[in-house]
């Protein structure tokens, strides 16, 4: 066990909605990742958070965005769901200034859009 | 940009076995970080091993051990003596030095029989 927690595990929504999945953090980790994986593909990463704010973000859209919170937990918020946007979210921690390479996976949250 | 790519989409090997996962990436960058992940069924991404680029030692991590050929840009996983238990899907991923994100590749679904 990581110590990394996500909610809800699985999540059924249809499309044009919106919805927030929750992570929360390691234990003493600062940093806060989060990657979407389609089925048969690697994960891919969204964005980082540090200290609450931005540090980082991959090739998606500004209808995903996120938040995180003094207690270093965060969420994830996806707006205007499209059929494309099911697959796996996965959060990760990690100790920036300290080997931001250890990262600590959740067991991600199941998103189905119909 | 960096690339990530698993050539293999799946594996299949007895128990007992020795087994050997291929990965190659692109990048410009001089340091960096490479990892194998591993992904069972409860879908939390599993740190296997971890490779320093710098490094010119092949990481080895009980029966786990890294062939890590930086000219080459290759990195492959071999595992010794296969148990059931390491069923799974095996990603590659890379990271620059500081960086803030994995680049995964496609995963290679490996299957140990008894």
């Known amino acids: 066990e990581t110590g990394v927690t996500q909610s809800p595990t699985h999540l059924i929504k249809t499309r044009g909605q919106q919805v927030t999945l929750r992570c929360s953090s390691q234990?003493?980790?600062?940093?806060v990742s989060w990657y979407q994986q389609a089925l048969g593909q690697g994960p891919q990463f969204i964005f980082q958070?540090?200290?609450?704010?931005?540090?980082g973000r991959g090739n998606f859209p500004p209808r995903f965005s996120g938040l995180q919170f003094p207690n270093y937990s965060s969420e994830l918020n996806v707006n205007a769901l499209e059929l494309d946007d099911s697959a796996l979210y996965l959060c990760?921690?990690?100790?920036?200034?300290?080997?931001?390479?250890?990262?600590?996976f959740g067991s991600g949250t199941q998103l189905s859009v119909l | 940009a960096q690339t990530v790519t698993q050539s293999q989409p799946e594996m299949s090997v007895q128990e007992a076995e020795t087994v050997t996962l291929s990965c190659t990436y692109d990048?410009?960058?001089?340091?960096?970080?490479l990892f194998w992940y591993k992904q069972p069924p409860s879908r939390q991404m599993i740190l296997v091993i971890r490779?320093?680029?710098?490094?010119?030692q092949n990481a080895t991590e009980n029966r786990f051990s890294v062939n890590f050929q930086k000219a080459a840009k290759s990195f492959s996983l071999k595992i010794s003596d296969s148990q059931l238990g390491d069923t799974a899907m095996y990603f590659c991923?890379?990271?620059?030095?500081?960086?803030?994100?994995?680049?995964f590749g496609q995963g290679t679904r490996l299957t140990i029989n008894p």
């Open positions: 490779q320093e680029a710098y490094k010119q």
């Open positions: 990048t410009s960058e001089n340091n960096y970080y």
């Open positions: 234990s003493g980790h600062n940093t």
């Open positions: 991923a890379f990271m620059k030095f500081f960086g803030q994100k994995l680049v």
């Open positions: 958070y540090y200290r609450e704010e931005e540090n």
């Open positions: 990760a921690s990690s100790s920036w200034g300290g080997s931001n390479e250890k990262l600590f």
